[in-house]
């Protein structure tokens, strides 16, 4: 078999699982599939190039996701001019002042000759600009946050179309990877990982507890949309009658249809990122990155300076995690900070770029469709396995109780089971590097 000829095989396999889904439960489950599938394979292909390409071990994933999040509720919302009066100038003028400080204590740092003069200059500037910091932002953060607490209490966004939101995201994400990797990728691989998973709870941290950056744990809701609301399409007599005559049910098409277009959109995006990473791999630069990744000592004999080239492509991965974030806020329609969790955003889209191949773009895009799918669609049937492998035992009976229950734990299982299979019987990948 070619190798053309199994990716197909693999793509099809996908496709005949969501067609299924749709036939035997709903076809609304089965484009929510395609939609957070699409969304999950853009996450892979940026780990790929941050892992596949370079072998850069970045378990911080949640965080730069999250921060594309952030970038849509920034972007999108509409500013809130109570809020900003009472304290919004104070809250921007604390940022800068505390940026100034670090920048302050940098150029001392430089300036002043080594010894005991450059320790205490930076501790003087350090201290000093804490405390000033500390003045001007927490007088600001307590006035913004007490306009209107239950519904506001945040200073809103910039109130532009949401779809800006997603190349902003990747910005923030791309601006956090570069800080991360200017202090981490000199160092050996297991600190570059400890310095990810420590800044990805970091950042989660802040949107938790930071109610007047993005609402905290109280989440942001209504976001804006790049599609038409379901009730607004129910309430349009042209829809209405056109679904009608097709012998669709129109709240049901209505759902179908929006979803269609979250799932165009997404394949957009996702098309455009596959096409640059795989001119990237094959490029010249690309080929570099693999050597670099192969043997580091051989690279940098040869003059290739190492360090630089994977801020690089940590920069770049991170960046399109960033972007995909953003496209899952928009989704949701909300922010809610509580739910990024490292085993749903770091160790789900690790097994897909392993699953799927690491190394390879096309392998990480079905490592994304099919790691999703299971992700899903295990638990029901594991409970439809159980209640059949039971039916025949007696109400209350101990062993038919504890099966059932054990259905919850179908997800954790499978995705153990799929990886080790994969790591004994294809150690590459289902779609191996080339």
């Given at each position: 078999?070619t190798?053309?000829?199994?990716?197909?095989?693999y793509?099809?396999?996908?496709?005949?699982?969501?067609?299924?889904?749709?036939l035997?439960?709903?076809?609304?489950l089965?484009i929510?599939?395609?939609?957070f599938?699409?969304?999950?394979?853009?996450?892979?292909?940026?780990?790929?190039?941050q892992w596949?390409?370079?072998?850069l071990?970045n378990?911080?994933?949640?965080?730069?996701?999250?921060l594309?999040?952030?970038?849509?509720?920034?972007?999108?919302m509409?500013p809130v001019?109570?809020a900003w009066?009472a304290?919004?100038?104070?809250?921007?003028?604390a940022l800068?002042?505390g940026a100034?400080?670090?920048v302050?204590?940098?150029?001392?740092?430089?300036?002043?000759?080594k010894g005991?003069?450059?320790?205490?200059?930076?501790i003087?500037?350090?201290?000093?600009?804490?405390f000033?910091?500390?003045?001007v932002?927490?007088?600001?953060?307590?006035?913004?946050?007490?306009?209107n607490p239950?519904n506001?209490?945040?200073?809103?966004?910039?109130?532009?179309p949401?779809?800006?939101?997603?190349?902003?995201g990747?910005l923030l994400?791309?601006?956090?990877?570069?800080?991360?990797?200017k202090?981490?990728l000199?160092l050996?691989?297991d600190y570059?990982?400890?310095?990810?998973l420590?800044?990805?709870?970091i950042?989660?941290?802040?949107?938790?507890?930071?109610?007047?950056?993005?609402?905290?744990?109280?989440n942001?809701?209504?976001?804006?949309?790049?599609?038409?609301?379901e009730?607004?399409?129910?309430?349009?007599?042209t829809?209405?009658?056109r679904v009608?005559?097709?012998?669709?049910?129109?709240v049901?098409?209505?759902?179908l249809?929006?979803?269609?277009?979250y799932?165009?959109?997404?394949?957009?995006?996702?098309?455009?990122?596959?096409?640059?990473?795989?001119?990237?791999?094959?490029?010249?630069w690309?080929?570099?990155?693999r050597?670099?990744?192969?043997?580091?000592v051989?690279?940098?004999?040869?003059?290739?300076?190492?360090?630089?080239?994977?801020?690089?492509i940590?920069?770049?991965?991170?960046?399109i995690?960033?972007?995909?974030?953003?496209?899952?806020?928009?989704?949701d329609g909300?922010?809610?900070p509580?739910?990024?969790q490292?085993?749903?955003?770091?160790?789900?889209?690790?097994v897909?770029?392993?699953?799927?191949?690491?190394?390879?773009?096309l392998?990480a895009?079905?490592?994304?469709f099919?790691?999703w799918?299971l992700?899903?669609?295990?638990?029901p049937?594991g409970?439809?396995?159980?209640?059949?492998?039971?039916?025949g035992?007696?109400?209350g009976?101990?062993?038919?109780?504890?099966?059932?229950?054990s259905a919850?734990?179908?997800?954790?299982?499978?995705m153990?089971v799929v990886?080790?299979?994969v790591l004994?019987?294809?150690?590459?990948?289902?779609?191996?590097?080339r």
């Amino acid at each position: 078999m070619t190798d053309t000829t199994r990716n197909l095989v693999y793509f099809g396999f996908i496709a005949a699982l969501i067609i299924g889904t749709g036939l035997m439960t709903s076809w609304n489950l089965a484009i929510t599939i395609v939609n957070f599938g699409l969304i999950s394979a853009i996450m892979a292909l940026g780990v790929n190039l941050q892992w596949g390409f370079a072998g850069l071990f970045n378990v911080g994933i949640m965080g730069f996701v999250a921060l594309g999040g952030l970038a849509t509720v920034l972007i999108s919302m509409p500013p809130v001019g109570e809020a900003w009066a009472a304290g919004g100038v104070r809250v921007i003028l604390a940022l800068i002042l505390g940026a100034a400080t670090i920048v302050g204590a940098i150029l001392a740092y430089n300036a002043l000759p080594k010894g005991r003069m450059r320790a205490i200059g930076m501790i003087v500037i350090l201290v000093a600009g804490f405390f000033i910091y500390r003045a001007v932002f927490d007088g600001g953060v307590q006035a913004v946050e007490a306009v209107n607490p239950a519904n506001a209490g945040y200073l809103g966004g910039l109130g532009l179309p949401v779809l800006l939101a997603w190349p902003v995201g990747g910005l923030l994400a791309a601006g956090a990877a570069w800080i991360i990797g200017k202090t981490a990728l000199g160092l050996r691989s297991d600190y570059l990982a400890i310095a990810t998973l420590g800044i990805a709870e970091i950042i989660i941290a802040v949107l938790k507890n930071e109610d007047w950056l993005a609402r905290g744990v109280k989440n942001v809701v209504g976001l804006p949309r790049p599609a038409p609301y379901e009730i607004n399409l129910q309430n349009s007599e042209t829809f209405v009658e056109r679904v009608t005559n097709l012998g669709f049910d129109p709240v049901t098409a209505s759902t179908l249809w929006v979803k269609a277009i979250y799932a165009g959109l997404f394949t957009v995006v996702l098309l455009i990122l596959f096409i640059l990473a795989q001119r990237a791999l094959h490029s010249p630069w690309g080929r570099m990155m693999r050597a670099i990744r192969d043997n580091e000592v051989a690279a940098e004999a040869m003059g290739k300076d190492v360090t630089a080239r994977h801020l690089q492509i940590f920069v770049l991965g991170s960046a399109i995690c960033g972007i995909a974030g953003a496209m899952m806020t928009t989704l949701d329609g909300q922010l809610t900070p509580g739910t990024y969790q490292p085993l749903r955003f770091t160790f789900l889209i690790w097994v897909m770029v392993i699953v799927g191949g690491s190394g390879n773009n096309l392998g990480a895009v079905l490592g994304g469709f099919l790691i999703w799918w299971l992700w899903v669609m295990v638990e029901p049937i594991g409970l439809w396995l159980m209640q059949v492998v039971t039916s025949g035992m007696a109400e209350g009976f101990w062993l038919r109780e504890h099966l059932l229950d054990s259905a919850a734990h179908m997800r954790l299982l499978t995705m153990g089971v799929v990886l080790l299979l994969v790591l004994r019987f294809s150690p590459r990948g289902l779609i191996p590097e080339r």
